[in-house]
């Protein structure tokens, strides 16, 4: 059977007269406010969830949402988490 002809193609490079420098603005690290934020966040998710399974019968606001506890427990450490994703 007879072998396919290889194409060599060079490679484009960009004329070094048409390229425009970019500043970066550097970024700083966040702020301990939002840091304190972030980690409250997580936090206060966690104790809900655990305030629930412990006393979640004794406490009537915890009482009255029912399953909804675990939506708002499992929302607050994952809106810590996203706010991770911008911490420097």
Same mark, same amino acid.
């Given at each position: 059977m007879p072998k396919s002809k290889v194409r060599k193609k060079a490679v484009y490079t960009a004329p070094t007269d048409r390229r425009t420098p970019v500043k970066v603005k550097a970024a700083g @690290?966040?702020? @301990?406010?939002?840091i304190a934020v972030m980690l409250g966040l997580m936090l206060l998710g =966690? !104790? *809900? =969830?655990?305030? &629930?399974?412990? !006393?979640?019968?004794?406490? @009537?606001?915890?009482?009255? =949402?029912?399953? *909804? &506890?675990?939506?708002i427990g499992f929302a607050l450490m994952i809106v810590g988490l996203l706010m991770t994703m911008r911490w420097r």
């Open positions: @690290p966040s702020h @301990p406010v939002y =966690l !104790a *809900w =969830l655990v305030v &629930n399974y412990i !006393a979640g019968e004794q406490v @009537p606001v915890m009482m009255d =949402l029912g399953s *909804w &506890n675990f939506g």
